[in-house]
C-alpha cells in the first residue's frame, strides 16, 4: 500500500531532550516536507527537500533540524525541544512530475514538551 | 512571510445542496493553489489544485475558482454529501516549492 508513515503518533517529552520524529515514505517520490499545525494557525511548513542531500527551509524552521540521505526517509530532530514545539506534526511527499506537487501526507505526530 | 486565510471558519449545509469555501491569499507568485480536506485525526489530502494562469478547473462533484484581481479561491462542491463534513484548507505553492497553507474551514452536513 502506497503511503506515508510517521514515528512515534505520539510523544510526551521534557524541554531540552533531544527527539526525532521519523517518516518514511513508500512512493519513490522526491518531493518531502514536514509541517506543524496549530490551532487557528492552519499548517506551516518546517523544512521540505527536493530530493536526497536537498533541504530548504520553510515558514517556520528555527528549532528544527531535518536531514535526506535516502530518498524515502526524512528525518525531522529536535535537538532542545522546548514548550513552543507542542503541535502536531505531519510529514508528507510528492513526485515531482506532477505540476503542483499532489502532496500525500502522513497521519501525523502529536508531540507535547513539557 | 505569506499570508493564506479564510473568509469564515465554519459553514454548515444541508445534504444535498451546494457548499462554496472562500480562500484569499496575498503572494502574487505563487505558481499553484490547491485544495485540501482534512477529516478529524487525519492527514490533509489533496483534493484539486488550479495553475495561476487559470480562472476555473472543475474535478468530480468539485469546482476550484480562481479569481487574481483580488487574490481569491474558492471550492464548490456540489450536492454536498456527509462524507464531505471536514476542515478545509486552500494553500499556494511559490516557484520556490514552498507550499503556505490557510487556516482551514469546518465544513458541516447537515442530513
Known amino acids: 500500500e502506497a503511503q506515508v508513515t510517521q514515528n512515534p503518533r505520539y510523544l510526551i517529552t521534557v524541554t531540552g531532550k533531544k527527539l526525532t520524529v521519523t517518516c518514511s515514505q513508500n512512493m519513490n517520490h522526491e518531493y518531502m516536507s514536514w509541517y506543524r499545525q496549530d490551532p487557528g494557525l492552519g499548517l506551516r511548513q518546517i523544512y521540505y527537500?527536493?530530493?536526497?542531500?536537498?533541504?530548504d527551509k520553510g515558514d517556520v524552521p528555527e528549532g528544527y533540524k531535518v536531514s535526506r540521505k535516502e530518498k524515502r526517509n526524512f528525518p525531522l530532530i529536535l535537538e532542545s525541544p522546548s514548550p513552543n514545539q507542542t503541535s502536531l506534526y505531519f510529514c508528507?511527499?510528492?513526485?515531482?512530475?506532477?505540476?503542483?506537487?499532489?502532496?500525500?501526507f502522513g497521519p501525523g505526530t502529536r508531540l507535547t514538551v513539557t | 512571510g505569506e499570508s493564506v486565510g479564510l473568509h469564515l471558519p465554519t459553514l454548515s449545509v444541508q445534504e444535498g445542496d451546494n457548499s462554496i469555501i472562500n480562500c484569499a491569499y496575498s503572494?502574487?507568485?505563487?505558481?499553484?493553489f490547491i485544495w485540501y480536506k482534512q477529516e478529524s485525526g487525519k492527514g490533509p489530502q489533496f483534493i484539486i489544485d488550479i495553475r495561476s494562469n487559470m480562472d476555473k478547473r472543475q474535478g468530480q462533484r468539485v469546482t476550484v475558482l480562481l479569481n487574481k484581481t483580488v487574490k481569491h479561491l474558492s471550492l464548490q462542491i456540489a450536492a454536498t454529501q456527509p462524507g464531505d463534513s471536514a476542515v478545509y484548507f486552500c494553500?499556494?505553492?511559490?516557484?520556490?516549492?514552498?507550499?503556505?497553507f490557510g487556516t482551514g474551514t469546518s465544513l458541516t452536513v447537515i442530513p
Open positions: 503572494n502574487s507568485a505563487s505558481d499553484y
Open positions: 508528507a511527499s510528492s513526485p515531482r512530475s506532477g505540476p503542483s506537487y499532489e502532496q500525500y
Open positions: 494553500a499556494e505553492k511559490t516557484i520556490r516549492n514552498q507550499f503556505y
Open positions: 527537500s527536493m530530493n536526497v542531500e536537498v533541504t
